[in-house]
């Protein structure tokens, strides 16, 4: 981001820049580390020193939109265009408030339904997203972004695996349970409270140590707070801040060795912006102070466990509604900070993000931008490059500093779940969305197409990707099957063993499972979440 | 935002959060407003039902929209009378439409 001041430059975040950086401006916390390769602690440099010479980074789109069938073409589309993982999206009407179709809310806006995703409200609906995909070798992300929706997203991913005779413990592949999404990013209504929210997450975390050893349980998503308005160090802070709860629960809870536990959570998510720079050192940053983490507060020794593995999704809210042409070259700049910076899977947001949800085009694009990356620039053959650059490393130890001392914020206040609780953690987004808007109309911060240089020459009008028109009524008709042709008896069995497992301290995964096995549809779910827990109260914003 | 820059402009702001169009329609008569702004997030024809809600109960209420709203959706808005707003419409620019909107109204 070019700051047109003359008087101070500083990153995105704020941190001041100077002209050019020399050798005194490594601080000693990173000086000492000037020797260490990619693959030595602590791993600033990257956790493998192959890089992508042995492991390219997996190309791993969002998707899905209208019924199963149209997500699973989609998927499919990805795939045989070079996608080497996926991603399949719920229906956020229903999927994030765990409604069936037929509830109130979702009827109200219901040719909404559809358009962020298939309505999946039993196992027969993610079936038929599934089908003819090779999921027992294609890494696959099941959904469940929303921390109350992705036991249910799992279990029905892991039920369809099963029926196809994959053992789970075979299975690859991650969910994400993000409690960035769920209570800072989109506050919507009706949410478990962040309390109960955490026993679910600790239970999938023990559940997938113990039954699904390749599948990474959940995947705190930094994007959520960086899209949300968390600058670079506070996205960076306060994944930590929620590594940390994570990790303390399972720690209390006692049944799960350490070291295993922070493996399993290991795989977290970040974005990368148009400050090029800022973020590249975010992830070293991150690295060091996962290892660092993991080493002082848990006395992790764990190579394994002390590597830290990140997914990147390129900033949604970079991407301007004016002159979508340009966001192509957007992507491929987020895209490019994120290989530099160390990346093992990445995610391009779509040239017609601020339009609509991505047409095939506009997906294929993604895809194309991470394979002229992968492919013709030569960029994955050495590791870590920018290694050794007295501003990056400047850059990277300052970014550690500031996110750490972010993460200590947190931690005064009770912990990063007290934050969300508080509304604190909405005000620091809140304040920073504000004052990057203020720039932009003041004049300070320029964004092609927008701020400036509006004339469009765009030889035709991108007008966004409709979707499909009868998901809704094609859900209600598979509600009605599903309530006709299953066994009753059982599912109310199943259902009333699942409140009992909600109600006292068992996991409740395997219960999520015979739920699911019996025809349990996400709705009558969500009523036994809200009969336990009730719902979460929305922080009053200052 | 939008409803920060309103209150900055002088507004008094009621944040609906997630609503139905029903309760959209009940927030607008109870607490009789001037000028009522939809955050689309979805599907277009969802909106041109909660203003179709919106007229029948009050025929003369002011309406803007902004949020994701593709080319073809803002003239399907602007057809029945709607000001949009997409992404990259400056704050300025939507609480002078506010302003102006709201007397025209009361005028």
Not at chain 1, 117 to 137: F, K, T, W
Not at chain 1, 221 to 238: H, I, R, S, V
Not at chain 1, 442 to 460: A, I, M, Y
């Amino acid at each position: 981001m070019s700051s047109r001041s003359s008087s101070v430059v500083t990153s995105r975040s704020g941190i001041p820049l100077k002209a050019a950086y020399g050798p005194d401006d490594v601080p000693d916390s990173l000086r000492r580390h000037a020797g260490t390769l990619p693959g030595d602690a602590p791993y600033h440099r990257g956790g493998f020193p192959q890089g992508y010479r042995t492991k390219p980074w997996r190309i791993f789109q969002l998707s899905g939109f209208g019924n199963p069938e149209d997500e699973n073409e989609r998927i499919k589309f990805l795939l045989k265009h070079g996608e080497t993982g996926f991603l399949m999206e719920h229906d956020r009407n229903t999927a994030d408030h765990l409604y069936n179709v037929d509830h109130p809310d979702v009827q109200a806006r219901r040719e909404d339904v559809g358009q962020t995703g298939a309505v999946m409200q039993s196992v027969r609906e993610v079936a038929i997203c599934l089908d003819g995909i090779p999921i027992e070798s294609t890494y696959g992300h099941a959904g469940g972004a929303v921390v109350q929706h992705a036991p249910f997203a799992l279990a029905a991913y892991w039920t369809v695996a099963r029926r196809r005779g994959i053992p789970l413990a075979e299975l690859g592949g991650t969910g994400q349970s993000d409690f960035f999404l769920t209570y800072l990013g989109c506050v919507t209504k009706q949410q478990i409270p962040t309390a109960a929210g955490l026993r679910l997450n600790a239970d999938i975390i023990e559940f997938c140590s113990r039954h699904a050893p390749k599948w990474v349980p959940v995947s705190i998503a930094g994007y959520n707070g960086g899209d949300t308005g968390l600058n670079a160090w506070q996205e960076l802070g306060a994944v930590i801040a929620n590594a940390i709860e994570y990790l303390d629960e399972v720690q209390r809870r006692g049944h799960l060795d350490m070291a295993t536990a922070a493996y399993r959570v290991g795989g977290v998510n970040f974005r990368t912006t148009m400050d090029f720079f800022e973020d590249i050192a975010k992830l070293r940053a991150a690295r060091k102070l996962w290892h660092d983490l993991l080493r002082d507060r848990y006395g992790i020794t764990d190579e394994r466990a002390l590597r830290l593995r990140i997914h990147i999704v390129t900033a949604g809210s970079m991407m301007t509604y004016a002159q979508p042409f340009n966001n192509i070259v957007r992507g491929t700049m987020m895209a490019l900070s994120a290989v530099l910076g160390g990346t093992q899977s990445l995610g391009v947001s779509g040239y017609d993000e601020a339009i609509s949800i991505p047409s095939e085009h506009a997906h294929q694009m993604s895809v194309r931008i991470q394979q002229i990356l992968q492919h013709e620039t030569n960029i994955g053959a050495v590791t870590d490059p920018l290694g050794g650059s007295y501003y990056v490393e400047a850059l990277t130890a300052e970014m550690a500093e500031r996110a750490t001392g972010f993460a200590a914020q947190i931690a005064a206040q009770g912990g990063f779940l007290a934050t969300l609780d508080s509304g604190w953690l909405h005000a620091r987004a809140r304040d920073n969305q504000v004052a990057w808007q203020a720039a932009e109309e003041e004049g300070r911060q320029t964004v092609v197409g927008v701020t400036d240089f509006r004339d469009d020459h765009s030889p035709f009008e991108i007008d966004g990707f409709p979707g499909v028109n009868d998901a809704y009524e094609v859900a209600r008709s598979r509600l009605e099957d599903v309530r006709r042709e299953r066994h009753e008896v059982g599912a109310h069995a199943a259902l009333k063993s699942l409140e009992q497992a909600c109600r006292g301290t068992d996991n409740i995964m395997p219960k999520m499972l015979d739920a699911l096995e019996a025809e349990v549809t996400l709705g009558e779910i969500g009523d036994v979440y809200r009969s336990v827990w009730g719902d979460w109260q929305t922080p009053e914003l200052a | 935002m939008v409803a920060r820059a309103l209150r900055d402009g002088g507004f008094h702001v009621i944040m609906g959060g997630m609503l139905t169009g029903q309760e959209i329609v009940r927030a607008a008569v109870d607490e009789d407003v001037d000028l009522v702004g939809l955050n689309v997030g979805g599907h277009v024809e969802v909106v041109v039902r909660v203003i179709g809600e919106l007229r029948a109960a009050r025929p003369d209420l002011p309406i803007f929209a902004g949020g994701v709203l593709p080319p073809s959706s803002c003239r399907r808005l602007s057809a029945l009378g709607v000001e949009t707003y997409p992404p990259g419409s400056s704050l300025e620019d939507i609480v002078e439409a506010a302003r102006r909107l709201t007397s025209q109204a009361s005028a």
